[in-house]
């Protein structure tokens, strides 16, 4: 078995909380000089290296001295703003070692959701890595409320993969990697080598944060995988204190977990719908309808639609959902709530009579629509 990093030219390495701040007791900096000293090392050989850095929140607090994390939105808030100085600070200096500048590059969900903005971002990254220079990503965690947050920065890491087209996501992490169980807790648990990404065994061998300064635990990291397949990116779960882990893995060394991508990818345009966290409405689907959007790829007509649900406009993203509750697709519809409660359950040729004009037979044209 070898590496699946081996032949990547460009990779999103992220980094966890607990292993930036020393679990909480402040940022270990050995441990930065040494991601530095092997970033800049993956660079020399010509690859281009993204860092998703978590660790501003656990660094803030001990900076402000508050022993444990605390509850409230708003001093989280600080202490990530706080923290990020630091993590900032403390990055630059590293990499200034080995001659390399790094950018500070701070996102939210709606960079990523609003078209415009996901392709701006996506150009300022492709940019500083053309200048060589190392962009240092996290959540701007100062201006999110809960209900807009990626939360934990394995999405995130998955988001960047997929908007950079990168060829592979490095989960760097305080475990060797996946486990059939999680390791603190059953001492029995076997180690996992290598999986396809995005099955549900996995995500059920995953369990929550080890630690009182991780947020996602195994769970984050395993549904990024299946994130990052989507553009076709494999994911490896590693141990960051390991030596010269990244360095390792560029030679072909099969460390870690390897998660790999199954072979289809998606277009850039339904990586970026996939992506989505976020969406303004649902629309229930009967059965036909269900199994037309899933299994044919088919566009979802009006009369396919039993509910609507959530206040939306036209050209927003959806998401369509069977009977039960589970989704099948998402896309972009192409009338507003108000709209679809008046056309659903309808066929195409009655949309003129009750709106008294017709934007298109299809309520999401298949083109703009992404089963899952
Ligand atoms: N199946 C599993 N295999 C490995 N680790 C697991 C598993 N399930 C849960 N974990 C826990 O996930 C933790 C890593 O996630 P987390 O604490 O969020 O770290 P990070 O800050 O690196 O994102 C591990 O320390 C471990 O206790
Ligand atoms: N944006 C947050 C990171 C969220 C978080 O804890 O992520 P992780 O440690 O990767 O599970 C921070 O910098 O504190």
Not at 65 to 81: C, D, F, I, M, T
Not at 131 to 138: A, D, G, H, M, T
Not at 173 to 181: F, K, P, R, S, V
Not at 350 to 359: D, K, M, R, S, T
């Amino acid at each position: 078995m070898q590496s699946v990093i081996h032949a990547g030219s460009r990779l999103v390495v992220k980094v966890g909380s607990s292993l930036v701040t020393n679990d909480g007791k402040g940022l270990d900096l050995a441990a930065l000089a040494r991601w530095a000293a092997e970033i800049a090392d993956l660079k020399r050989r010509g690859k281009q290296v993204v860092l998703v850095s978590s660790g501003a929140i656990a660094e803030g607090c001990q900076r402000l001295g508050w022993s444990s994390r605390p509850k409230a939105v708003h001093e989280l808030q600080a202490a990530a703003a706080v923290g990020q100085m630091g993590l900032c600070q403390a990055y630059e200096s590293a990499f200034r070692e080995f001659g390399l500048q790094t950018a500070q590059v701070l996102l939210t969900h709606e960079d990523l959701s609003d078209r415009t903005r996901y392709l701006n971002a996506r150009s300022t990254l492709t940019s500083l890595l053309n200048l060589n220079v190392v962009p240092i990503i996290n959540e701007n965690d100062t201006v999110v409320t809960d209900e807009i947050r990626f939360g934990d920065n394995d999405t995130l890491g998955a988001l960047v993969t997929n908007l950079i087209e990168a060829d592979a996501l490095v989960i760097l992490t305080d475990q060797q990697g996946l486990y059939t169980a999680d390791p603190r807790k059953n001492p029995d648990a076997e180690f996992v080598h290598e999986a396809v990404a995005g099955t549900p065994e996995l995500e059920a061998m995953a369990g929550g944060a080890g630690s009182s300064v991780g947020t996602g635990g195994m769970l984050t990291k395993i549904l990024a995988a299946k994130r990052a397949a989507r553009s076709g990116a494999a994911t490896v779960i590693a141990c960051g204190r390991e030596l010269n882990v990244l360095s390792r893995l560029a030679d072909g060394e099969a460390i870690g977990t390897q998660l790999l991508a199954p072979t289809s990818r998606m277009t850039a345009r339904k990586q970026w719908l996939a992506d989505h966290l976020i969406l303004t409405g649902r629309l229930v689907l009967d059965s036909g309808a269900a199994l037309a959007v899933r299994q044919k790829r088919s566009s979802l007509l009006p009369i396919g639609v039993l509910k609507v649900e959530g206040d939306f406009l036209r050209g927003e993203a959806v998401a369509c959902v069977d009977e039960s509750g589970v989704e099948v697709a998402r896309g972009l519809v192409n009338y507003s709530s108000d709209e679809a409660r008046l056309i659903m359950q309808k066929p195409t040729r009655a949309i003129e009579g009750i709106l008294g004009y017709l934007v298109e037979p299809e309520l999401i044209h298949r083109d703009n629509m992404v089963a899952l």
